[in-house]
């Protein structure tokens, strides 16, 4: 029905239509499938959430005499130097080591302080202060560095999240007998909450759940900026299985994203602690989905009524834990589910107001012309199994 190019020339023209993911549900419900297929060019979806598998790749410059860097500490973050002379890679998850030019004060709050707190600084426009060894060779004689950065004082600086976006995820509750510290945060003892991580109907990848209208290379608003569906995502896992409307039961399809970080927003990223855990980094995602056909329109349309996930008890340190069952987004949404007779409270760890923000920007964006969808260079892969690494004891 449909082309990129075809809704490209729409966007120049300024004659697109563009709906956010929520606005095009209704949309679907009260029209139906085929003329709300009709009636719109693109589909807008959203999500601000923790993405700790994220990190960002800088070039620092060279210093003279140069240097080839050994060990590299930002605000007393490791970052790791193992590429060329001045490459290095944060991680988002990485904490804070206390004595490495982290002004911090206490050991408590420099293990509160990572990765994601310094790059939301940098792109924030901080100083960051650095801290360096050197290998000491022939052509790179420096062997210290003390300096401070900013995202404008290096050359490079872009953000690359191996896994940014989750197709799905689980529910996690606790039926032990005290609290845990999670990567969803607290998880009550003898089921005290249930945290769900996805944002359900409104996730990029519910909205296109065979990843038909998406690939690698489609462009993407990322924290702010402008930003590319990379690759697919660490722990890529299309064979989970689905339901009847292609929507899979649990963890599934992930993508790699990357994207020019001093192009990005403080608003969308945003470093921060999980409280017994360690840290991470809150980043805004939207994905334009180009209506290129009804089977594309109807699964943008898909309801939390009939996305589900599996509820998994954390109190069982196990790779495999045990399972409540499914629930689906509608009652998680709800702000209760009923686990075993008992109500048991819930709260999502995506910020469903702030995915709401990224979707309503991104089609501002579209429809003042300052954005054009890009076609897909490579589908991703459909048949990645899920490998543990299993060892002997």
């Known amino acids: 029905m449909r082309t990129i190019d075809s809704i490209n020339a729409k966007i120049r023209a300024g004659q697109v239509v563009v709906q956010t993911a929520e606005a095009f549900k209704v ?62 890679c944060l991680g988002a998850s990485q904490p804070a080591v206390a004595g490495r030019g982290a002004d911090l004060g206490d050991t408590e709050t420099v293990r509160e302080h990572g990765g994601g707190h310094v790059i939301a600084d940098l792109i924030a426009g901080r100083s960051v202060p650095l801290q360096a060894t050197g290998h000491g060779t022939d052509c790179y004689p420096r062997t210290s560095l003390e300096t401070t950065i900013t995202r404008d004082s290096i050359n490079q600086f872009y953000l690359f999240s191996p896994r940014g976006l989750y197709q799905n995820f689980i529910v996690g509750v606790n039926g032990g007998d005290r609290t845990l510290s999670t990567y969803l945060g607290p998880l009550q003892p003898r089921l005290g909450n249930a945290v769900y991580a996805n944002s359900g109907a409104l996730s990029p990848l519910l909205n296109d759940p065979d990843l038909e209208a998406i690939g690698i290379g489609t462009r993407i608003f990322f924290g702010g900026g402008i930003g590319y569906l ?54 805004g995602v939207g994905v334009p989905i180009p209506i290129l056909n009804e089977q594309v329109a109807a699964h943008c349309a898909i309801q939390d009524a009939d996305i589900v996930a599996p509820v998994m008890d954390f109190s069982i340190p196990r790779r495999v834990r045990p399972t409540f069952g499914l629930v689906s987004y509608a009652q998680l949404k709800s702000g209760s589910i009923t686990i075993e007779g008992q109500p048991v409270r819930t709260a999502p760890l995506a910020s469903i107001y702030m995915a709401r923000q990224v979707a309503n920007e991104l089609k501002g964006w579209i429809e003042a012309g300052q954005f054009e969808l890009t076609s897909p260079v490579a589908s991703l892969p459909q048949d990645r199994a899920f490998l543990p690494q299993d060892v002997s004891s």
């Open 27 to 88: 949309q679907a419900k009260e029209q139906g499938i085929a003329a709300a297929a009709k009636a719109v060019d693109v589909v807008v979806a959203g999500t601000f959430e923790p993405m700790e598998s994220s990190g960002a790749m800088l070039n620092l410059g060279h210093t003279d005499p140069p240097i080839k860097l050994l060990e590299c500490y930002l605000d007393g973050v490791p970052a790791y130097a193992g590429f060329g002379a001045v490459d290095v």
């Open 230 to 283: 990379a690759w697919e995502g660490t722990q890529h896992f299309p064979l989970q299985r689905r339901l009847p409307n292609r929507t899979p039961i649990g963890p599934a399809a992930t993508m790699a994203l990357i994207g020019d970080a001093k192009q990005m927003q403080p608003h969308w990223v945003r470093g921060c602690y999980f409280k017994g855990y360690g840290p991470s980094l809150m980043l």
